[in-house]
């Protein structure tokens, strides 16, 4: 009976919530940690709220706003710091367990009146900071414990939990507190957060077993200690996006001060007013999810994002006029019904549609940013107004309307520009990719008609582009336009298709893609045993294991590679389908598998199904398929190798860069472990006795961390004295500038690098003059025939030479990215390397107005101006300075510099001459710090003295 019962549940929660094997227990333990998180707040907050007005009165609320923003602030901080060197469960149960601490001890302090006034004011400041602070672990905890797949699936179900929690919670309290006593009720929030302690636990020894996910933890950490304030005020969008938060938040303010004293006002005794708190926060929540339910999808979809926006001021607005017109309870409940509802609905959609078109990397940085500092600078920005207005100037509740208003009128302004940067984006986004972008219709305002026309008639690089945005947003408007290209003859559009459709549950398109699993490409068969998985969940399962076994060698991959990605976290589900013993049927069966090419196919299935579970029964076998003969399989275990992060891996990735044939997969694979093997590969990239491809190789690998100390690596290898170092190091560092905007470039000291590159150009300049000068005679010469040995030699120096001053002119263009657009810079480089005179020209023109007077400035144009007209003359090496040297001094400028491969290829050259001069040259060269200069300088002398 007991078996059946929970069987039924199961099926239950199955069919409406999509919860699949392996995932119940963790599902619906994180259902219940934040419905007891929420219920607890919402038993609190009302709770304080009443105590502190019952004892100080309303008019040192904005006191306490100011406390909990300062308080906030300084915690969040310190709270950030830790987070870094403990393990979160550590930090969540020692927040539940001090957070209980504090409660019992404040609850003991009031009920016996012991420092009354300092208990009830630091009881306010906790409540807020144990409610910004719980459920941010929580959902930092839930990240941890589902993928992205699970995480749009399950969170839905998860989240309810927390609406759940906040309509029972506050209930709870309108039910009890008359009985039990307001006091009385942190007793009763204390028992219910006692029972999270349990379920962290038990979830995280569960769930969190292996070292890959403290991994993980440690890497998304990282990232978010990063700070991103230059970033949003180089970004309108981002700077709007922020202004109206702060607004909101202090617009909230006004209205919690104003409904906090209409109800003071109104309810005198203690535990009426906690009565009403509690009754009107819960009825608030179902508001909100009723809005949430009936009203969001239609309103944003129906009148766009952009006047979505506006529904929430215009909400607030209302209120604000019925309050100042008529300030009784019932204007009150109205203005707080609106602003808490609003907010948690249709302004949340709206605002995370409008961030849509910001890089996923930007938003992740500024997310944390608004949503914790820009919102305590908000309430305490709000405190001090309201301070000013009530203490400083005492004025009545009316003028808070009024004040109220006025930013209302100021939030409706940054909204519409808000609206016009979303487009401007939009437009750019979609525009980028050709030289005469076809204009589509961006003017309604939610764009979606703007996307169907991409996604109809868009180019390729456009059509991905929306596919790949939207695909953190689920739109029925879009599914018809999304689905239509499951037949596209695009390989990389099909696949960005498949993976929008996945998220989408209103229309299943499993017989279309069933096609699909004989897919040429194994990306798209992979993707396809995804969404039949995901779109299948009554027999998901039985479907993929069928599948397992198909006639057909790729789809049984396919499908054995996809059940591995679906059980990465779920330990249940992996035993259930016994994914371990599959791998070693499979193993087996090579040995019988005939073409070879399908033995490669299923060997790189197998290594890529240990790596997606993490089968670390069968490290070995990837271990010894790094060495395979086939270079696929080889690059797939390495790959596979970087996705289990196993640490005791790094340095078999690492052996491998040295490989041109492994260097790719070892970058990959090294990318995927990112901040926890940063220090190891900075030594190695530092270490000039490395091999070159390696450290080059290197840098590539660093590049992809974005963090501050990236950047500073790389400029040290700005010193570096191989050019090809230097140019690599600065290709990653434009990249770097593009993708990381937030990260810091300190122009003094690249302006260095610069002086020492144009300087370097200069010379480079000056020693082709020379060789081209005495090129020329030589072939003017009667005595010295065209095939003459000294002739080739000296071509193949001028050769090297115009390389060098190309990718000298490269490491300038790239420089100056570090301080100018990189886009720009680049884009004018490319310009001057074309033949197209015209276009030359207005690159130069451009670089003209783009960079700041300096005498440097006037070099570089000169350099550029020279590359163009493919001439030098005496009048131009005197106008950047320099002299005409001799051929001995062309040699000493090259070896001064440290570049061997040039001064080597000159003294060949000079070597021609066989004069007493070039004696005396050789002999200094022998003691030459560079070893390869003394062996070749050694060997000419020997050849010199044997024909003499």
Wanted: hydrophobic fraction near 45%.
């Amino acid at each position: 009976m007991e078996s059946y019962l929970i069987d039924k549940i199961k099926l239950t929660l199955r069919k409406s919530f999509d919860l699949r094997e392996g995932e119940y227990a963790k599902a619906i333990l994180m259902f219940v940690y934040i419905f007891l998180i929420i219920t607890s707040v919402l038993i609190l907050k009302p709770t304080v709220t009443s105590l502190f007005l019952t004892n100080f009165g309303v008019e040192e609320l904005p006191i306490a706003f100011l406390l909990v923003a300062i308080f906030a602030a300084v915690f969040a901080t310190i709270y950030i710091h830790y987070l870094k060197i403990y393990t979160l469960n550590k930090i969540i149960k020692s927040t539940l367990i001090l957070s209980n601490i504090t409660f019992l001890i404040l609850w003991i302090a009031m009920q016996f009146g012991i420092f009354l006034d300092s208990s009830i004011y630091f009881f306010y400041v906790w409540v807020a900071i144990f409610a910004l602070l719980s459920t941010s672990q929580f959902w930092i905890f839930a990240n941890l414990l589902f993928n992205y797949r699970e995480a749009k699936r399950l969170f839905g179900f998860i989240g309810s939990g927390a609406i759940a929690g906040g309509i029972f919670g506050g209930y709870l309290v309108s039910v009890l507190a008359n009985w039990v006593g307001s006091i009385n009720l942190v007793l009763i929030s204390i028992f219910l957060l006692s029972f999270c302690i349990p379920i962290v636990n038990y979830l995280w020894n569960k769930f969190v077993p292996s070292e890959t996910n403290h991994i993980q933890h440690k890497k998304q950490i990282w990232h978010f200690s990063n700070h991103p304030v230059s970033l949003i005020r180089q970004s309108r969008h981002l700077t709007y996006l922020a202004v109206i938060v702060g607004l909101s938040v202090i617009v909230a303010k006004f209205i919690d001060f104003q409904f906090s004293a209409i109800a003071y006002r109104e309810f005198v005794n203690e535990d009426e007013l906690t009565v009403f708190f509690g009754f009107w926060f819960s009825t608030m929540n179902i508001v909100s999810l009723l809005v949430q339910i009936f009203v969001t999808r239609r309103a944003v979809g129906v009148f766009g994002v952009g006047t979505s926006l506006f529904f929430l001021p215009s909400g607030i607005f209302l209120g604000t006029i019925a309050l100042l017109i008529n300030p009784a309870v019932w204007s009150a409940v109205f203005l707080k019904l609106s602003d808490g509802s609003l907010k948690q609905s249709i302004n949340k959609s709206s605002m995370e549609l409008l961030a849509l078109p910001i890089p996923v990397e930007i938003k992740n940085q500024t997310k944390s940013f608004i949503d914790i500092f820009v919102d305590s600078a908000a309430t305490g920005l709000g405190g001090i107004i309201l301070i000013i207005m009530t203490s400083g100037f005492d004025l009545p509740i009316e003028y808070i309307s009024i004040a109220t208003i006025f930013l209302i009128l100021i939030w409706f302004y940054v909204a519409s520009k808000v609206r016009e940067e979303y487009l401007r984006a939009f437009k750019l986004k979609v525009e980028q990719n050709l030289d005469q972008p076809k204009k589509f219709d961006f003017e309604n305002e939610s764009v979606l008609s703007g996307i169907i026309s991409v996604l109809k008639s868009g180019t390729e690089d456009q059509i991905l582009d929306i596919l790949r945005m939207t695909k953190q947003i689920q739109n029925d408007y879009l599914i018809e336009a999304i689905a239509g290209h499951l037949t596209s003859s695009s390989t990389s559009i099909r696949l960005e298709t498949l993976r929008n459709l996945y998220f989408y549950k209103s229309q299943n398109y499993s017989n279309k893609v069933t096609l699909m699993l004989e897919d040429d490409s194994e990306a798209i068969r992979i993707e396809a045993c995804q969404y039949l998985f995901e779109h299948n969940p009554l027999n998901s399962i039985e479907l993929l294991s069928g599948y397992l076994y198909h006639s057909n060698i790729k789809v049984r991959n396919a499908a054995l590679v996809s059940l591995a990605i679906e059980t990465v976290g779920n330990q249940d589900l992996k035993e259930i389908l016994n994914i371990s013993l599959v791998v070693k049927q499979r193993i087996i069966e090579l040995a019988k598998i005939d073409p070879a090419e399908d033995q490669v196919l299923q060997n790189c299935a197998i290594v890529k199904t240990i790596g997606h579970a993490h089968l670390s029964e069968h490290y070995n076998y990837l271990i010894s398929m790094t060495n395979d003969e086939s270079n696929e399989v080889a690059n797939e275990a390495i790959i596979s190798m970087g996705r289990t992060t196993e640490p005791s891996f790094v340095n078999l990735i690492i052996a491998k860069l040295s490989s041109k044939k492994a260097a790719s997969a070892s970058i990959t694979a090294l990318t995927n472990y990112g901040i926890l093997v940063h220090e190891e590969l900075i030594k190695l990239l530092l270490d000039s006795d490395n091999e070159l491809g390696i450290r080059k190789n290197l840098i590539r690998v660093i590049g992809e961390i974005g963090n501050q100390k990236s950047v500073q690596v790389l400029l040290n290898i700005l010193d570096d004295e191989d050019y090809r170092l230097r140019t690599d190091s600065l290709i990653t560092l434009n990249s770097l500038k593009i993708k990381f905007p937030y990260l810091e470039f300190d122009w003094r000291r690249i302006e260095k690098n610069l002086y020492e590159e144009v300087k370097i150009e200069a010379e480079t300049i000056q020693v082709l003059f020379v060789q081209n000068n005495i090129e020329l005679s030589e072939i003017r010469s009667q005595n010295i025939p065209n095939k003459n040995p000294l002739i080739e030699s000296r071509r193949r120096l001028i050769q090297l030479l115009n390389q060098r001053q190309n990718s000298g002119l490269e490491r300038i263009f790239r420089l100056l990215g570090l301080k100018y657009p990189p886009d720009d810079l680049i884009n004018i480089f490319h310009g001057i390397q074309r033949n197209e005179l015209d276009i030359q020209i207005n690159a130069i023109e451009f670089l003209d107005n783009l960079l700041d007077e300096s005498s440097l400035k006037k070099i570089i144009l000169l350099i550029i101006e020279s590359t163009i007209m493919n001439s030098i003359s005496d009048e131009f090496i005197r106008k950047i300075g320099k002299k005409i040297p001799s051929e001995y001094e062309c040699y000493e400028i090259l070896l001064n510099r440290n570049d061997i491969e040039l001064a080597i290829t000159t003294l060949n050259v000079i070597s021609k001459s066989r004069s007493e001069k070039f004696k005396n040259l050789l002999i200094q060269t022998e003691g030459h710090k560079n070893k390869k200069v003394r062996k070749f300088a050694k060997k000419i002398h020997s050849n010199f003295e044997s024909v003499d």
